[in-house]
């Protein structure tokens, strides 16, 4: 439309120029004249309209951040801070704060300065970065006892065993620059890694390396003697022999100085000679090796020292947030060392040690040391608290070295060593062990979250362990730095879970009670959840609950939430959530932690009562309008035959409304007042002539009692529900009970002789004098009155009733 436009005006104005030329008439010029004006206008206002509409279509597809001339430094930073923190409206999460102190502030300075350097020429850039990275490899390999080692600086901590995998490759295969993959084909190689490694690893190695997964080979650990985290060294080199025999490559071995799950390390001093046996590369890694800073340093982390590459992790350890992984190698050929890609050219790359340069010369060695070996302090201090405190195992390789600690609560199972995380006896079955098993790591994740809420500057994760089940660690090297954990801290924690044992054993007795108390109660089910760490989970049946369906009911649900919330008004210790089974969609009852002694008898039968209450009140209020229709049909038929009769008994004239008056007048009907009345108790018709011959209004039925437990437990004042008798209230009441009964029995014994007196002797004067016996009646009256008030409400001993 547009265009078409256009091309008008265009042609319109080429005809004003033609006919301004061609005539000579004033008039006709001058009107030529103002058409080429007033199309010139228009065309003017049409290319503005579409450079607007240019505009608009182009600040449409912009996001609104870039549109405009920009936004301001304040603004920018406001976005982030919301970025980082989350908006005003949201609820704050308890997330870990990493403390980040003066070094932590010289660590991300060198990213700015990396920046900076970057803009230098390129003679001074090149002269700066190697630099950087020749004396920071010289530190890491001082410090870490590394001698004559290489430095490859990485983001990613799997990074740098890729590279080495690759350099391993092309050292063992000097044929795969020029025949690549096919060199691997005849000869394939294999990859070795512990069972107790970081998931993931494996396929991670071969994602990067391009190799199928039949080229790793994992190792397991040992079963008969050692510990259960350490790699069976026996069975690798059978492993290593029948992969030879085959036709394969051995070509590297991955060990763990500090498992990732339990820091436990492997006999790294046996698996070097193995591999120095059968040529295979040797890389080591874990959180123990940060210990090679120590004076003191146990002989299987030490042995770390001869391999052929390792992998550091200083920022965790030394609190330095944003700092880069360090890979150390041992390699003489510069270009492998290239084409594997553990060194580079680029000015840039080099600038990755840059951050890590700055906090190394900051901290110092003293400060480097002191920060380690605060970490290990922290883990023996653990490990020393938790030796005192019954029902939790610690699951260590060697006190004196480890500074890892992993610990769990356990009960000990009749028949069973306490010292062997409570194993059972041959004669027990299995399905009591794995229920056993599965109760305590329900209790173990729920004491593992308890801790990380109680004391956060701890660290601590919950693991799962594939023997021992869930445990709790505390890892200090990779936590104490960046949460700024303390003495303190760690003392707070052992008496955390000390105040938390009680919680433990209450809740893991009641468990079994509980269990055969809801079995033995009709209407309940019980419901074997492995993951819920409270005493357990009910489900009531209702009438139309349908049992062998699997899917969602929505009046077991109806029911389910009444009862919820029925049973949070008793305001017990007890908690109790509603939630779907775990393997249906039905809904339950959860029953959470025990804190004290609970009556579990008392606890199922109020479930019991409170939810058939519940289902029998729905069902009342569901058939209450079927009732109430069937009665007012039954009610409007009633009411029409007794007009029949009243018809019938008064005749046809009187219906006749002048002959009706008149007939009245000389002959009155005495007509009784008939009505019916619907009784919503019964669900019935009633006659209303009750009503107005008594004058009173009366059901006709009693209505049926509301349906309640079979025993009324009395409390204590201040007793919450759920609460077993103490002995000592008991003890008091029965005291009580007995005085009193004594009391009542005397009086009664008085009473009886007054009126044995009274009969037998003549009519006092009502202004005579009483006498003594009925002055001590009425004094021993009035204290029994006294003794009933002030009597506990409990119920009275079984030899007294």
């Not at 279509?57 to 801070?81: C, H, K």
């Not at 009633?638 to 009187?654: P, T, Y």
């Not at 349906?707 to 759920?722: D, E, H, I, V, Y």
Request: aromatic share 4%; proline share 5%; hydrophobic share 35%.
């Amino acid at each position: 439309m547009i265009m078409g436009n256009r091309a008008i005006s265009r042609s319109l104005i080429t005809s004003a120029r033609t006919l301004s030329h061609k005539i000579t008439d004033p008039t006709l010029a001058e009107m030529g004249k103002n058409l080429k004006e007033a199309m010139k206008m228009l065309e003017d206002s049409q290319r503005r309209t579409e450079e607007e509409n240019g505009k608009k279509l182009l600040s449409g597809d912009i996001p609104g951040p870039l549109q405009g001339s920009g936004q301001d430094m304040v603004s920018i930073l406001q976005l982030v801070q919301n970025l980082m923190h989350g908006d005003e409206d949201e609820e704050p999460q308890s997330t870990r704060i990493q403390n980040i102190g003066e070094q932590g502030h010289i660590a991300l300075l060198g990213h700015s300065l990396g920046a900076y350097i970057s803009t230098l020429d390129k003679e001074k850039l090149r002269k700066l970065t190697t630099r950087i990275l020749s004396d920071t490899t010289l530190w890491l390999c001082r410090i870490f006892r590394y001698e004559n080692g290489c430095a490859y600086f990485h983001e990613e901590e799997r990074e740098g065993l890729a590279k080495i995998c690759r350099l391993a490759i092309h050292s063992r295969y000097e044929d795969f620059v020029v025949d690549g993959f096919n060199v691997l084909y005849n000869k394939t190689p294999v990859i070795y890694l512990s069972a107790a490694a970081r998931p993931g690893l494996g396929q991670y190695l071969c994602n990067q390396l391009g190799l199928p997964f039949p080229c790793l080979c994992r190792v397991p650990c040992n079963t008969m003697f050692g510990s259960q985290h350490q790699m069976d060294v026996a069975f690798l080199e059978k492993l290593i022999k029948d992969d030879i025999e085959r036709g394969k490559l051995p070509l590297l071995l991955v060990a763990n100085a500090g498992t990732a799950a339990v820091g436990h390390t492997d006999k790294i001093g046996r698996l070097k000679e193995l591999c120095e046996q059968y040529g295979i590369w040797l890389h080591v890694k874990g959180v123990n090796l940060a210990t090679l800073a120590l004076g003191y340093v146990s002989s299987s982390v030490l042995a770390a020292t001869k391999c052929d590459s390792m992998t550091l992790t200083p920022g965790p350890w030394l609190g330095l947030p944003a700092v880069p992984a360090v890979t150390l190698y041992k390699h003489d050929d510069p270009a492998l060392t290239l084409v594997a890609g553990l060194t580079s050219n680029k000015p840039t790359d080099k600038l990755r040690a840059l951050p890590l340069w700055l906090s190394l010369q900051y901290l110092g060695l003293d400060g480097i040391v002191e920060r380690i070996k605060h970490a290990c302090q922290l883990s023996q201090r653990l490990q020393e608290s938790l030796k005192k405190v019954n029902h939790i195992k610690i699951l260590v390789e060697d006190e004196l070295s480890s500074p890892v600690v992993v610990f769990r609560f356990f009960q000990e199972l009749s028949g069973s060593d306490p010292g062997l995380n409570a194993i059972p006896a041959p004669n027990m079955a299995p399905s009591a062990v794995s229920q056993e098993r599965h109760s305590c790591d329900a209790l173990n994740r729920w004491l593992g979250e308890q801790l990380k809420q109680l004391v956060p500057a701890s660290g601590l994760t919950v693991v799962d362990l594939e023997v021992e089940g869930t445990c709790v660690r505390f890892s200090p090297l990779t936590t104490a730095a960046v949460l700024g954990t303390r003495g303190e801290d760690v003392d707070q924690l052992a008496a955390c879970i000390q105040s938390k044992l009680p919680v433990l054993t209450c809740t893991l007795q009641l468990r079994e009670e509980f269990k055969q108390e809801v079995t033995g109660t009709a209407g309940l089910l019980y419901v074997d959840d492995p993951n819920w760490p409270g005493i357990g989970v009910v489900r009531y049946e209702h009438a139309n609950d349908d049992k062998s369906s699997l899917k969602s009911d929505p009046e077991g649900e109806k029911i389910h939430a009444g009862l919820l919330k029925k049973l949070n008004e008793l305001e017990s210790d007890l908690t109790f959530k509603m939630g779907p089974e775990y393997k249906s969609m039905k809904s339950c009852i959860y029953i959470g932690m025990a804190s004290d002694d609970i009556d579990v008898s008392e606890l199922v039968e109020t479930i019991a009562v409170t939810a058939r209450e519940i289902e029998e009140n729905s069902r009342l209020l569901e058939n209450m309008t079927e009732v109430v229709r069937k009665g007012i049909q039954e009610a409007q038929v009633q009411l029409q035959k007794a007009n029949e009769e009243r018809l019938l008994e008064e005749g046809v004239l009187r219906q006749i409304p002048v002959v009706g008056s008149v007939l009245n007048w000389f002959s009155p009907v005495q007509a009784s007042q008939k009505g019916r009345t619907f009784n919503l108790t019964a669900g019935s018709l009633e006659s209303t002539e009750h009503t107005y011959v008594y004058k009173v209004q009366g059901s006709g039925v009693t209505p049926p009692q509301t349906p309640s437990g079979a025993r009324t437990k009395q409390r204590l004042p201040g007793q919450k529900p759920f609460k077993r008798s103490l002995r000592g209230s008991d003890a008091v009441s029965e005291t009580s009970s007995v005085s009193h009964i004594e009391d009542l029995e005397k009086m009664e014994h008085l009473s009886g002789g007054q009126d044995a007196s009274e009969a037998n002797s003549p009519e006092r004067h009502p202004g005579a004098p009483t006498p003594p016996e009925a002055e001590q009646t009425g004094a021993l009256q009035d204290r029994a009155q006294r003794l009933e008030d002030d009597r506990p409400q409990v119920e009275e001993p079984e030899s007294l009733r």
